[in-house]
């Protein structure tokens, strides 16, 4: 069973706006955690934001934030005011603590593609 | 404070060589993990090492395996090398093991397979 589900393969936004994308989640597990990354092109996987299981507000970092909605299972990543350098593939991965936390699981990805 | 880094980053092997990846993690991580990543099935767990031992393993023949130094310095390697071991070849450190410890990665090291 697909436990990170990334829906939307690819993306358009227009420079200077908003937008969200789409990572559902699966699993039994009560402690995890969950991440998002953005990989450009040149391969380097770039960690942008975490939320953990019990955090009860939205993880927010700079013009990233994480729309947690744990009953949902679901943790969109928001990219406000967006340029054109966020144009890269983004990754939510989860991590389980029945792993004992060493592995992380990825969705597909999400290609963003920022237009001028 | 440097991130993690590896080497090379570029290589290409011919079918049937072997070949050792390095990575060393950010300096006072003890958590290395390793992930194989090609076009096909996306990004796929290989090892996770803490303090030497490997916790976690994928599900990968046994020409993968890897190991780590006491400096939490890693390396993996693959023999025997197969076309489809083409890709890209990440490590990623964490100070811990837990899932509340944020995991960082390096540049990869993009493995052609002729």
């Given at each position: 069973a697909q436990k990170i589900t990334q829906t939307q393969p690819g993306m358009f936004v227009q420079e200077k706006e908003a937008v969200t994308l789409d990572c559902t989640y699966d699993t039994s597990d009560q402690s995890y955690g969950l991440f998002w990354y953005k990989q450009p092109s040149s391969g380097e996987m770039i960690f942008l934001i975490y939320q953990g299981s019990y955090d009860e507000q939205n993880a927010t970092e700079g013009r990233y934030s994480l729309n947690f909605q744990k009953a949902r299972k679901s943790a969109n990543l928001v990219i406000s005011a967006s340029q054109l350098g966020d144009s890269a593939m983004y990754f939510c991965a989860m991590r389980e603590r029945r792993n004992q936390g060493g592995k992380l699981i990825f969705g597909q990805g999400t290609e963003l593609s920022v237009k001028p | 404070k440097a991130g993690v880094t590896q080497t090379p980053r570029y290589l290409i092997k011919t079918r049937g060589q072997q070949v050792t990846l390095s990575c060393s993690p950010i300096s006072g991580h003890r958590s290395v993990s390793w992930y194989q990543q090609t076009p096909g099935q996306g990004l796929q767990f290989l090892f996770e090492y803490f303090s030497e031992t490997q916790r976690n393993k994928g599900?990968?023949?046994?020409?993968f395996s890897g190991r780590q130094f006491s400096n939490s310095r890693s390396e993996m390697n693959v023999s025997t090398l197969e076309l489809g071991d083409s890709a890209l070849y990440l490590c990623a450190s964490s100070l811990t093991t837990g899932p509340g410890n944020t995991i960082y990665f390096g540049e990869g090291s993009w493995l052609t397979v002729v």
């Open positions: - | 599900n990968f023949p046994g020409r």
